[in-house]
């Protein structure tokens, strides 16, 4: 017996309905009752071994009157491990924050004994083995009752003695991943601590309900993990994809919360939002078929829940999704949040007990339906694959070539990519003309779509898929190929491949002849913003070419891009040999090529001496944060500048703003948000910027220094309706939700010789938007930077009001004002740290942008 007061205010819930006054006095002395935990959690299960401690025993309170500590949680499960035959666990990795992520194997000593054939025959397979499911939990940091339950699961599956428990052991492997975020849920679990009241506090009001910013839903960059299963962009994503492809487990849940008005959600989810490329048998029979055990255990403890009303099963990247791309069944669970220890709702207060023990129940029935149901789950697989595999079969597209021969690193991130989701990929032995684009031979890449993963294949190259809905729960299309703007063709035909590429290409910088006059470095890989910085971390004068030029290099004729890098010899505060030092460990950290010349007499095109060659500042970046302001897109931001770049940015929170002396930096990000329309906050950075800053803005950030007289750009005008069409209430949610750009792909037509656009070849960009600003064209000629074209849309759903205000409107404006300039963007170039394709543009305005005046002083020096 323990106390948990918690607990105890659950079952006194109906005493504040009908005697509040004796209900206000009970919740004072909470601490008086106390109740036997395994009652609550698992009342008809009696049998366990006294040798294995509980979560209660182990922690040194009850399960629900407090947040545990990731490492607590681990710890648990190591203790589990070390006192049971039962229990092994893996360290599969660790965070940025250096938290330690496990996975452990629940299943029979017999099992354990043989855990390596089982592992392999599953992957061949084999349906004479045992059943291998996959239980996840807390992909959201802020939604914590998963993990708790996780233990709870854990204890349970370990010590339990009853003959079903027995059974599961001998039939399933049940791996258990009790933390998907752990620095998010530490984050959280130490706010929901130190504001814990005790007595404890219901209102929704108090501190301890409402998170400062960032919250912690996200990981450490504050990015949504349960976005980056089809990304891949975290190592948290990365090390538990690794893991997935290892086991291949047939069931994989995901739990989380939603808000505390809510009851209870497992799927199915919204019918017409169920991803049409992945067979019809999933949805339509094998998620019913679940439905049925989720039911049977909720209704047992009485609690409420819905299904099929929302959450849809469109986009892979969900944890609840990955999994059904290869011949598995995903399960969400969405539960009601106490977001804290315990808060009023519209009806009954809500407890963190009670909110594990309903996500508890829910781990339980789907260990009970997967055995339950284990010959359909390995129907569900076969048929997966030969459908699949059929699909590919009969297919026009036989492969898709791809590869950009000037940028190596890009192209070497989209294979590590798909490499990373076990598609094939191989090296292409033959020029291919396709597209009007050429593929070299030794330099692009095919991809068979007659392969077992063709599933992913085509989520990875598809641009677009057939819709049954027209509402998004998130993106309404994800084509890797276009978010890497990576060039590439559909082959139709009969096509050859080389080798099997295993494992990602390196990348290797040609040798570095020393010059006593310059260097010169091409602009058109991903990894040059990085060299740049690195050279000037080494206190190298940088600079950039405004203009295409060729030179002789080592006896043989290279062409330069606008952009170019030029790095002059005496022009420097080190010496040539301290120079060349330099360069070479750049060249090497970076693998990008230097070249080595002797004269400034270009070729062709403007000569090295030339006045539009210009010194590149050093980027000093500071980026406003705090409450109002999309932590993800700030994420993004510092998280391209930390991990690609390995450049510092000041995160300052807007309150702060007011000490800060703008004066220090010479860059200013504001991502989405909304911002303060105080005078003296505007004021501020107008004339931080006519004073020679440069503001950089993403989405409503520019819509702000529009309407705040920053910029004297202007919106797109919204048409208004003056007589709309009657709708049924009933259906508004739907009507207005088809409206909203949930995320879809565009081409836009980028000015590649406005440093924003330096290093890319091709005028036509793929970008993303999932936002609602539209930028007008710049009255000025030259000021718009990229424009979408006049049929714009590549790939996703888009709304016909919202084709109106997309078609030729900019994406990218350069606005001149005073000795400074803001550069407008209408969308996010980072999107989900993905985008490769765009993120350099956002890359070159931060590098570039000090550089960019109006055509009027093209070529004078600033």
Same mark, same amino acid.
């Given at each position: 017996?323990?106390?948990?007061?918690?607990?105890?205010?659950?079952?006194?819930?109906?005493?504040?309905?009908?005697?509040?006054?004796?209900?206000?006095?009970?919740?004072?002395?909470?601490?008086?009752?106390?109740?036997?935990?395994?009652?609550?959690?698992?009342?008809?299960?009696?049998?366990?071994?006294?040798?294995?401690?509980?979560?209660?025993?182990?922690?040194?309170?009850?399960?629900?009157?407090?947040?545990?500590?990731?490492?607590?949680? =681990?710890?648990?499960?190591?203790?589990?491990?070390?006192?049971?035959?039962?229990?092994?666990?893996?360290?599969?990795?660790?965070?940025?924050?250096?938290?330690?992520?496990?996975?452990?194997?629940?299943?029979?000593?017999?099992?354990?004994?043989?855990?390596?054939?089982?592992?392999?025959?599953?992957?061949?397979?084999?349906?004479?083995?045992?059943?291998?499911?996959?239980?996840?939990?807390?992909?959201?940091?802020?939604?914590?009752?998963?993990?708790?339950?996780?233990?709870?699961?854990?204890?349970?599956?370990?010590?339990?003695?009853?003959?079903?428990?027995?059974?599961?052991?001998?039939?399933?492997?049940?791996?258990?991943?009790?933390?998907?975020?752990?620095?998010?849920?530490?984050?959280?679990?130490?706010?929901?601590?130190?504001?814990?009241?005790?007595?404890?506090?219901?209102?929704?009001?108090?501190?301890?309900?409402?998170?400062?910013?960032?919250?912690?839903?996200?990981?450490?960059?504050?990015?949504?993990?349960?976005?980056?299963?089809?990304?891949?962009?975290?190592?948290?994503?990365?090390?538990?994809?690794?893991?997935?492809?290892?086991?291949?487990?047939?069931?994989?849940?995901?739990?989380?919360?939603?808000?505390?008005?809510?009851?209870?959600?497992?799927?199915?989810?919204?019918?017409?939002?169920?991803?049409?490329?992945?067979?019809?048998?999933?949805?339509?029979?094998?998620?019913?078929?679940?439905?049925?055990?989720?039911?049977?255990?909720?209704?047992?403890?009485?609690?409420?829940?819905?299904?099929?009303?929302?959450?849809?099963?469109?986009?892979?990247?969900?944890?609840?999704?990955?999994?059904?791309?290869?011949?598995?069944?995903?399960?969400?669970?969405?539960?009601?949040?106490?977001?804290?220890?315990?808060?009023?709702?519209?009806?009954?207060?809500?407890?963190?007990?009670?909110?594990?023990?309903?996500?508890?129940?829910?781990?339980?029935?789907?260990?009970?339906?997967?055995?339950?149901?284990?010959?359909?789950?390995?129907?569900?697989?076969?048929?997966?694959?030969?459908?699949?595999?059929?699909?590919?079969?009969?297919?026009?597209?036989?492969?898709?070539?791809?590869?950009?021969?000037?940028?190596?690193?890009?192209?070497?991130?989209?294979?590590?990519?798909?490499?990373?989701?076990?598609?094939?990929?191989?090296?292409?032995?033959?020029?291919?003309?396709?597209?009007?684009?050429?593929?070299?031979?030794?330099?692009?890449?095919?991809?068979?779509?007659?392969?077992?993963?063709?599933?992913?294949?085509?989520?990875?190259?598809?641009?677009?898929?057939?819709?049954?809905?027209?509402?998004?729960?998130?993106?309404?299309?994800?084509?890797?190929?276009?978010?890497?703007?990576?060039?590439?063709?559909?082959?139709?035909?009969?096509?050859?491949?080389?080798?099997?590429?295993?494992?990602?290409?390196?990348?290797?910088?040609?040798?570095?002849?020393?010059?006593?006059?310059?260097?010169?470095?091409?602009?058109?890989?991903?990894?040059?913003?990085?060299?740049?910085?690195?050279?000037?971390?080494?206190?190298?004068?940088?600079?950039?070419?405004?203009?295409?030029?060729?030179?002789?290099?080592?006896?043989?004729?290279?062409?330069?891009?606008?952009?170019?890098?030029?790095?002059?010899?005496?022009?420097?505060?080190?010496?040539?040999?301290?120079?060349?030092?330099?360069?070479?460990?750049?060249?090497?950290?970076?693998?990008?090529?230097?070249?080595?010349?002797?004269?400034?007499?270009?070729?062709?095109?403007?000569?090295?001496?030339?006045?539009?060659?210009?010194?590149?500042?050093?980027?000093?970046?500071?980026?406003?944060?705090?409450?109002?302001?999309?932590?993800?897109?700030?994420?993004?931001?510092?998280?391209?500048?930390?991990?690609?770049?390995?450049?510092?940015?000041?995160?300052?929170?807007?309150?702060?703003?007011?000490?800060?002396?703008?004066?220090?930096?010479?860059?200013?990000?504001?991502?989405?948000?909304?911002?303060?329309?105080?005078?003296?906050?505007?004021?501020?950075?107008?004339?931080?910027?006519?004073?020679?800053?440069?503001?950089?803005?993403?989405?409503?950030?520019?819509?702000?220094?529009?309407?705040?007289?920053?910029?004297?750009?202007?919106?797109?005008?919204?048409?208004?309706?003056?007589?709309?069409?009657?709708?049924?209430?009933?259906?508004?949610?739907?009507?207005?939700?088809?409206?909203?750009?949930?995320?879809?792909?565009?081409?836009?037509?980028?000015? =590649?010789?406005?440093?924003?656009?330096?290093?890319?070849?091709?005028?036509?960009?793929?970008?993303?938007?999932?936002?609602?600003?539209?930028?007008?064209?710049?009255?000025?000629?030259?000021?718009?930077?990229?424009?979408?074209?006049?049929?714009?849309?590549?790939?996703?759903?888009?709304?016909?009001?919202?084709?109106?205000?997309?078609?030729?409107?900019?994406?990218?404006?350069?606005?001149?004002?005073?000795?400074?300039?803001?550069?407008?963007?209408?969308?996010?170039?980072?999107?989900?740290?993905?985008?490769?394709?765009?993120?350099?543009?956002?890359?070159?305005?931060?590098?570039?942008?000090?550089?960019?005046?109006?055509?009027?002083?093209?070529?004078?020096?600033?």
């Amino acid at each position: 017996m323990h106390f948990d007061h918690l607990l105890v205010l659950f079952i006194l819930n109906i005493i504040s309905m009908r005697k509040p006054y004796i209900f206000l006095f009970l919740i004072s002395h909470l601490p008086l009752f106390c109740f036997a935990q395994a009652d609550y959690f698992y009342p008809t299960s009696k049998s366990f071994s006294k040798d294995i401690p509980t979560p209660e025993q182990f922690l040194g309170y009850p399960i629900g009157s407090h947040h545990t500590r990731h490492d607590k949680i =681990i710890d648990y499960f190591k203790t589990l491990d070390r006192l049971s035959d039962r229990v092994s666990v893996e360290e599969i990795g660790e965070t940025i924050g250096h938290r330690v992520q496990v996975v452990a194997k629940i299943t029979s000593p017999a099992n354990h004994s043989r855990l390596e054939e089982i592992r392999k025959k599953n992957l061949e397979g084999s349906t004479d083995i045992p059943l291998v499911i996959q239980l996840g939990y807390n992909v959201h940091g802020n939604e914590p009752s998963s993990s708790e339950a996780a233990m709870v699961t854990a204890y349970y599956l370990t010590a339990s003695e009853d003959e079903e428990t027995l059974r599961w052991l001998n039939e399933m492997v049940i791996l258990v991943d009790p933390v998907y975020n752990p620095d998010g849920r530490d984050r959280h679990t130490h706010w929901a601590n130190m504001h814990k009241g005790s007595p404890v506090v219901s209102d929704p009001m108090d501190r301890e309900h409402n998170e400062a910013w960032p919250g912690g839903r996200t990981n450490h960059y504050w990015f949504d993990l349960n976005r980056d299963w089809f990304l891949g962009v975290h190592p948290e994503s990365r090390n538990r994809m690794k893991f997935f492809h290892q086991w291949r487990p047939y069931v994989m849940t995901d739990h989380h919360e939603m808000g505390s008005n809510s009851s209870f959600y497992f799927d199915p989810g919204k019918y017409t939002s169920n991803n049409p490329v992945v067979p019809a048998y999933l949805y339509d029979v094998v998620h019913p078929k679940f439905a049925e055990y989720f039911s049977k255990g909720m209704n047992s403890i009485g609690s409420l829940y819905y299904t099929k009303e929302s959450y849809d099963k469109l986009y892979p990247g969900y944890g609840s999704s990955y999994v059904n791309f290869y011949g598995g069944i995903g399960l969400l669970f969405e539960q009601a949040s106490s977001r804290g220890h315990v808060q009023e709702t519209t009806t009954l207060p809500i407890t963190f007990a009670f909110t594990i023990r309903n996500q508890f129940t829910a781990s339980l029935a789907t260990v009970r339906a997967s055995i339950g149901e284990k010959e359909m789950l390995r129907k569900l697989r076969k048929d997966f694959f030969s459908s699949t595999l059929a699909q590919a079969k009969s297919s026009p597209i036989k492969a898709y070539v791809f590869g950009d021969s000037k940028d190596v690193s890009r192209t070497n991130a989209f294979i590590n990519l798909l490499l990373l989701h076990q598609v094939e990929v191989f090296e292409n032995n033959q020029n291919v003309n396709a597209n009007g684009k050429t593929f070299e031979k030794g330099k692009s890449f095919v991809v068979p779509t007659e392969q077992t993963n063709y599933i992913m294949v085509r989520s990875a190259f598809e641009k677009d898929i057939v819709y049954r809905d027209s509402t998004f729960y998130d993106a309404s299309t994800w084509s890797l190929v276009h978010a890497f703007n990576m060039p590439h063709a559909e082959i139709k035909g009969t096509f050859a491949k080389g080798s099997a590429i295993k494992e990602t290409p390196t990348k290797v910088a040609q040798v570095v002849t020393k010059s006593n006059y310059a260097y010169l470095m091409d602009i058109s890989d991903y990894q040059v913003h990085k060299a740049i910085f690195q050279l000037q971390s080494k206190k190298v004068i940088v600079r950039t070419s405004f203009k295409s030029f060729s030179a002789m290099c080592n006896g043989v004729e290279r062409g330069f891009p606008h952009g170019s890098i030029v790095i002059p010899v005496q022009q420097q505060t080190l010496d040539s040999d301290q120079l060349f030092a330099a360069i070479q460990e750049v060249s090497k950290a970076t693998t990008m090529d230097f070249y080595g010349v002797e004269t400034g007499l270009s070729t062709k095109g403007i000569d090295l001496g030339s006045g539009l060659i210009k010194t590149i500042k050093i980027p000093k970046a500071i980026m406003l944060i705090g409450s109002g302001i999309s932590g993800y897109e700030a994420g993004e931001v510092w998280h391209l500048l930390d991990q690609r770049i390995g450049m510092p940015i000041s995160k300052v929170d807007l309150i702060n703003l007011p000490r800060v002396n703008l004066n220090d930096y010479n860059q200013m990000i504001m991502v989405s948000g909304t911002y303060p329309t105080d005078k003296s906050f505007s004021d501020k950075i107008k004339h931080w910027v006519q004073g020679g800053g440069t503001l950089i803005t993403l989405k409503t950030a520019s819509e702000w220094a529009i309407k705040q007289g920053v910029v004297k750009e202007k919106l797109v005008v919204t048409d208004t309706l003056k007589n709309p069409k009657r709708v049924d209430f009933e259906n508004a949610a739907d009507s207005e939700g088809a409206k909203r750009i949930g995320g879809s792909i565009f081409q836009i037509d980028l000015d =590649i010789t406005n440093p924003i656009g330096f290093g890319y070849g091709d005028r036509k960009v793929s970008v993303y938007r999932n936002g609602q600003t539209f930028l007008q064209p710049s009255k000025s000629a030259y000021h718009t930077v990229a424009q979408y074209t006049s049929t714009p849309l590549i790939g996703g759903y888009l709304h016909k009001t919202d084709l109106k205000k997309v078609v030729n409107s900019a994406a990218i404006i350069f606005s001149p004002e005073g000795q400074g300039r803001v550069l407008l963007f209408s969308d996010n170039p980072n999107f989900r740290g993905t985008w490769y394709g765009t993120n350099k543009m956002f890359l070159n305005a931060m590098f570039f942008g000090t550089l960019i005046s109006s055509p009027t002083n093209f070529g004078e020096e600033e």
